[in-house]
């Protein structure tokens, strides 16, 4: 079975600094993942995904994750923080093997931006 | 396209109470998906499907029912509602061609 774990239920930043937001998995055989982005009251929309193919994957809105098999990680980044950034993140895992529509998700991470 | 379709947006039970949440897409996916979301759990699956007349438990199945006869269609019935339930659920179609899953904009639940 695969799981995923995202360190920090909340994190803060300010506008213009780095955005750091972990993820790490569990798998035992090759993972597909994605970070999503859920603006309040909203459904998700995909940020990124990685599915074997170049490690480093760059989504939308400036976003980018590396997939790294020796740490199971595949943190999100963003090099300057938005305001309009603030929205909750999650970190998502499937394998080749499942179906697709058993993606399973991480708790959240609350992104917030200060002025 | 309308993508994925959720009725109703808001909706009050009391315990014991049943009802059906629709879903539809109108893009042709196999792979459909019910989640639940609850603060500081995540989304957490309640139950899926890879094709009509397909369907499989998630994490969290007990209390609800799936069916899907057509493609388009994936209605989650709750069979006698309990406080446990409240929650938003959102539903979700999957492309097979790479595994992107688009959400409906959920439905939020409230029993009382």
């Known amino acids: 079975a695969q799981s995923v774990t995202q360190l920090g239920s909340h994190v803060s930043v300010s506008e213009g600094a780095l955005v750091l937001l972990r993820c790490n998995y569990s798998?035992?055989?090759?993972?597909?993942l994605f970070w999503y982005v859920q603006y309040p009251n909203q459904g998700l929309q995909l940020l990124l995904k990685?599915?074997?193919?170049?490690?480093l994957v760059k989504g939308i809105n400036g976003f980018e994750a590396e997939f790294k098999k020796s740490e199971t990680s595949f943190h999100l980044t963003k090099p300057s923080a938005h305001m309009s950034d603030a929205a909750e993140y999650f970190c998502?895992?499937?394998?080749?093997?499942?179906?697709?529509?058993?993606?399973?998700f991480g708790s959240g991470t609350r992104l917030s931006i200060r002025p | 396209n309308a993508g994925v379709t959720q009725t109703p947006k808001f909706q009050v039970l009391k315990t014991g109470q049943s009802m059906t949440l629709q879903c539809a897409q109108d893009?042709?996916?196999?792979?459909m998906s019910w989640y639940r979301q609850d603060p500081g759990m995540g989304l957490r699956l309640i139950h899926y499907?890879?094709?009509?007349?397909?369907?499989d438990q998630g994490e969290v199945p007990n209390g609800y029912n799936v069916s899907r006869s057509t493609t388009e269609d994936f209605p989650l019935r709750l069979l006698s509602a309990a406080p446990s339930q409240t929650s938003v659920y959102f539903c979700?179609?999957?492309?097979?061609?790479?595994?992107?899953?688009?959400f409906g904009p959920g439905t939020r639940l409230t029993v009382l």
């Open positions: 998502a895992v499937t394998t080749i093997y499942s179906s697709a529509s058993k993606i399973i």
């Open positions: 798998s035992s055989v090759p993972p597909y």
């Open positions: 990685y599915t074997s193919a170049a490690t």
């Open positions: 893009m042709n996916h196999e792979y």
């Open positions: 499907s890879v094709g009509a007349g397909i369907t």
């Open positions: 979700a179609s999957i492309s097979h061609r790479n595994n992107e899953q688009f």
